[in-house]
């Protein structure tokens, strides 16, 4: 199970005005339990986009992110974890708009 034990959002801009709807980065610094297999000892954290477009808002894209190395993991989410993150971003976005 994941546990985020902090995060940061960021509205993306889009100077073209090319995307539709409103693009957001977020930031989850997560705790993982060591036997789970993404566990690291470096610190991890998920990058998020979120997309808001009308009255659909879902993840658009994602990575995992091993915070001392800065490399990117080559990790999916499972369903419910990715349940878990979406609900997360929807439920932290206006509250954290900047």
């Keep these: 199970m ?3 034990t902090e995060y940061t959002v960021e509205k993306l801009e889009d ?3 090319i995307l539709t709807g409103d693009r957001y980065e977020f930031f989850l610094y997560l705790d993982v339990p060591e036997d789970d297999e993404l566990h690291t000892d470096k610190g991890l954290a998920l990058k998020v986009l979120y997309t808001v477009d009308e009255d659909k808002q ?5 990575h995992f992110l091993e915070m001392e190395t ?3 993991l080559d990790f999916e989410l499972e369903d419910d974890e990715k349940e878990m993150i979406e609900a997360f971003c929807r439920d932290n976005l206006h509250t954290d708009e900047q």
């Design 70 to 72: 800065n490399e990117y």
């Design 15 to 17: 100077p073209f005005n």
């Design 58 to 62: 879902s993840i658009t894209n994602y």
């Design 2 to 4: 994941l546990t985020i």
